[in-house]
């Protein structure tokens, strides 16, 4: 093992360059036979990070345990656990640490077997960037499509294919090129950030540290210059400001302060702070630390774990969540609400139904909660998203979950501290499921609602498309079929503030709604028209035209129109589809608004049979 | 603005600080696992550091198998009297009544009755449902699997089929009674990043980890340090006196010295960082058979 001094170097400056070196956190996955863990231990061996009596005991274990024929087997310095050695398995992710002159390494070792999701998803939700390993032989599979699926889900922003075993077929570069291809054309469809894609041979060491010459066409860079290279992501002290409390710290009557760590952002004495869920306002007092680390701060940014006081007496416990108000990212506010949907990783062996209770923990916030809903599972080989009645163990699914407490959440793509949760079993203890949040719902269910989503699935027919599935997506998010409601009749006979109460009502229960005013469109769209018959008529096709589009993207669109002519209604009526189009009359509506908003209601639900309106 | 720029020390520290608190807001009963070490000097100011201007919610324990080496417990003792510390110390009466010795019985025996029945004794005692501890995962093969928090069964035993996924850092607290979870802030941390850490922070350690002229003797292959005279010569041994220090700290018996001249911390990280073996190649613990640390986890060793 080589020293990690650099020739001459003094302690006083190695210590200062170390300090400022970088950490990356990175997970290996693959397949059983792969090579996952010769590369690891390859990573070790040729940056000669092996200590000499951990060295010696390798070349002990490969003449009883190696598969290379009594040879150095370097998978073994990875394979930790006795029993896995002898069953030549890995049984869990596995966590390995090494440095090199440039960064520190953290390694999350993922194990490519039966609960490689599982694993995987625990190993990538604490790294930045994922080796997928891939037998050149073999080519892609079905594991190295999954492994970028939930690299994808988990958000891991930088992938690397590693194709391992190109000795194996002799370093042909038409063959790696076809495999990059296929790699490149998936992470295509995942919408994952481009991936690097490198042939190696862990076994011999090819292209892993150092370049190899088997390869002369390929000019990219190995395994370890990429690790070195590729930009470690820290948490931008310009993102919005977020502080999860996990403690109170009260020494005394005189002092209450909040401990926590800053997820995201960064926050100075005096800033205007709120507290959510309670939403009270107060400012930042102190940044509070001992003297010895040097007293108190005056600013401090993510990801310090701190400890702050408020210049008022507010409410403010574990669990909650303190947030900047104005400033930097101030209007970028969580949701604080009871009803979130999410995407599941379903880790008990046990399957999910609808109606389960769990306890969730969300950010320092455990409460307990209700799978409500499964809107679909995903197949993870072809991305169909399929409606079905139970998530089983390993599977990927969409669900809505509803909580007796209100939570502050955010969209998990945004804000990772925020929208990261696990499902925990009450009887058991076994953590159930890892969720990301897709959103939040501001409005507390209705009592109508929560009857509505406890009832079974609405029978909606898998997608057949990309396009299709989006908008399925969309009816499903709002719980609402896409319709325009057409309120017709003579000015002033209240179509309009019917329409804007409709939207209200709408919006209040989580549905998508807009109102298009046929007045209002006479300031633009509809400038050239007059006010006559035909001319109201043109108004009515012209808003009909852009209901459609608006219908298209799984709204409810509102019209409120004269409409004189019944033909051009009917024109309408053809225009946008019997089924998905309600006319209703002011000028003879009773002036009953409830029996008007239930017959709405009634059209947009998504299990109405078609026609029934 | 920002007083200075964020290195992987401060994120370890940063992490750590956050394990911590979530241990002392989800258990009823934690106990820090207080064992006089380097790791534990790291730990133990973590956790002074974590709930600053108030004292640790939480005793320190420390298991005393009556073969620690004298300066150990000295500085255990100042240590806690100088923070005021709430130290709770256990040994197992049994043991002591049987007279176990890691000498005459051997390392594995004295380990499992001075050590891991000791341990669940004084957890089972204390009603602990966590004991902050600070194991690293870079220490040995086994270990790269333990989690931060770590389930242990009712008999206080790891099983490493059913520990639970640690996703992001949202911990699943939860246990039964009588179950109980060990809790490992320093997982993430490396030996290296321990000593820099005590450097740049000046932590007082034991002084056995500099080097001093001590007595030794050598015997299979490892010099241990006659601490007192429990440590019977035999035949041809002789004790010596030659410059040495340690790399950890355990049961004197147990521990192998090295021969250094590192008398200054500064000196220790130089040499540690110019070492070619591992920092637990002077344990004799490790090396009763293969595995044989993981022989001892899945038994609630800590």
């Known amino acids: 093992m080589s020293s990690l001094l650099n020739e001459g170097e003094s302690l006083g400056a190695f210590i200062e360059r170390y300090r400022s070196m970088e950490l990356l956190r990175f997970l290996t996955c693959g397949s059983v036979d792969d090579g996952k863990s010769t590369l690891i231990g390859r990573l070790l061996h040729d940056t000669d990070r092996i200590y000499d009596d951990h060295r010696k005991a390798l070349e002990e274990d490969s003449k009883v345990h190696g598969t290379q024929g009594g040879a150095v087997d370097l998978a073994l310095l990875v394979d930790g656990l006795k029993a896995e050695r002898e069953q030549g398995i890995t049984i869990d992710v596995a966590w390995r640490y090494f440095s090199t002159a440039r960064r520190s390494f953290i390694i999350a070792d993922c194990p490519g077997h039966e609960q490689y999701t599982r694993n995987m998803a625990t190993g990538a939700s604490h790294c930045q960037l994922a080796i997928t390993l891939i037998d050149a032989r073999h080519g892609m599979t079905r594991q190295t499509r999954r492994h970028a699926f939930i690299a994808s889900l988990l958000g891991l922003p930088q992938m690397v294919a590693a194709v391992n075993k190109m000795d194996l077929v002799g370093w042909d570069e038409s063959r790696f090129r076809e495999l990059e291809r296929d790699f490149l054309a998936w992470c295509a469809r995942l919408g994952t950030p481009e991936p690097m894609v490198v042939p190696i041979s862990a076994l011999h060491g090819d292209c892993i540290v150092h370049p190899s010459t088997n390869a002369p066409w390929y000019r990219g860079p190995t395994i370890l210059q990429l690790l070195e290279g590729v930009p470690v992501m820290t948490p931008s002290a310009d993102a919005p400001f977020r502080l999860l409390v996990q403690h109170v710290i009260r020494p005394s009557l005189d002092f209450r302060g909040f401990a926590g760590r800053i997820e995201s952002g960064s926050v100075a004495v005096g800033d205007r702070v709120q507290v959510l869920p309670s939403g009270r306002q107060t400012r930042i007092a102190r940044i509070a630390r001992d003297e010895l680390s040097g007293g108190d701060l005056q600013f401090v940014a993510a990801p310090s774990s701190v400890l702050v006081t408020l210049a008022d007496e507010v409410d403010c416990s574990r669990g909650d969540v303190i947030t900047c108000v104005g400033g930097v990212g101030g209007s970028q506010q969580p949701a604080v609400c009871t009803s979130i949907e999410a995407d599941l990783v379903w880790m008990d062996e046990t399957p999910l139904v609808a109606g389960a209770s769990f306890l969730m923990r969300i950010g320092t916030r455990t409460v307990p909660a209700t799978v409500v809903r499964i809107r679909y599972v995903v197949d993870v080989d072809t991305l169909g998203q399929h409606v079905r009645d139970s998530i089983e163990w390993n599977e990927i699914g969409r669900v809505d979950i509803v909580t007796q407490q209100p939570i502050v959440v955010e969209p998990y793509r945004n804000m990772r501290a925020l929208g990261a949760l696990i499902l925990i079993d009450r009887v058991t203890n076994a953590t159930a499921a890892a969720g990301m949040v897709r959103s939040g719902d501001p409005h507390e269910p209705s009592p109508r609602r929560a009857h509505w989503m406890t009832s079974p699935a609405p029978t909606l027919d898998p997608p057949a498309s990309r396009g299709a599935g989006e908008a399925l997506e969309r009816a499903a998010r709002w719980r609402q079929r896409p319709a325009a409601i057409l309120l017709f009749g003579a000015p002033k006979s209240g179509k309009t503030r019917r329409a804007f109460a409709i939207e209200r009502h709408l919006w209040q229960q989580g549905h998508a709604a807009v109102v298009i005013d046929g007045q209002a469109l006479r300031s633009g769209l509809s400038r050239d028209l007059t006010f006559s018959d035909e001319d109201r008529s043109e108004n009515l096709r012209r808003a009909a035209e852009v209901a459609r589009l608006l219908l298209d993207q799984g709204m409810v669109v509102i019209l409120s129109m004269v409409a004189p002519q019944p033909s051009a209604r009917d024109l309408a009526r053809d225009l946008i589809g019997t089924d998905r189009f309600l006319a209703i009359d002011c000028g003879e509506a009773s002036g009953d608004d409830a029996a008007m908003l239930r017959d709405v209601e009634a059209f947009i639900r998504p299990d109405r049979t078609p026609g029934a309106g | ?302």
């Open chain 2, 1 to 302: 603005m920002q007083e200075r720029r964020w290195t992987h020390l401060d994120e370890l520290e940063a992490e750590a600080l956050h394990i911590i608190r979530d241990a002392a807001a989800c258990f009823e009963r934690p106990v820090l696992m207080y064992s006089i070490g380097k790791d534990s000097t790291v730990l133990l100011h973590l956790a002074l550091k974590a709930f600053w201007p108030a004292k640790p919610p939480f005793p320190l324990l420390h298991i005393d198998t009556t073969w620690k080496f004298r300066e150990m417990i000295s500085f255990r003792d100042e240590t806690a009297r100088r923070h005021g510390l709430d130290l709770r110390v256990h040994t197992n009466p049994e043991g002591l009544r049987q007279g176990i010795s890691p000498i005459t019985h051997g390392s594995r025996v004295h380990t499992d009755v001075m050590k891991t029945q000791a341990l669940r004794q004084a957890l089972e005692a204390g009603r602990h449902d966590a004991a902050i501890g600070g194991a690293r995962r870079d220490e040995e093969r086994s270990r790269a699997k333990e989690r931060i928090f770590s389930f242990r069964d009712r008999n206080h035993r790891w099983d490493p089929r059913r520990q639970r996924p640690e996703l992001w850092n949202i911990p699943n607290t939860r246990v039964h009674g009588g179950e109980s979870m060990r809790v490992f802030p320093l997982s993430n941390w490396t030996e290296l990043d321990v000593w820099l850490y005590i450097l740049q922070h000046r932590l007082p350690v034991v002084p056995l980890y500099l080097a001093k002229a001590r007595p030794v003797v050598e015997r299979d292959g490892l010099l241990i340090m006659r601490d007192d005279d429990r440590l019977d010569l035999r035949a041809g041994e002789r004790v010596q006196e030659r410059l040495v220090r340690f790399r950890t700290l355990g049961c004197y018996p147990l521990s192998g010295a090295v021969e250094s001249s590192a008398d200054t911390l500064e000196k220790v990280v130089e040499e540690m960082l110019r070492a070619r073996t591992s920092e637990r190649q002077g344990r004799l613990i490790d090396h009763d058979q293969s595995g044989s640390m993981e022989e001892k986890k899945r038994e609630g060793y800590f």
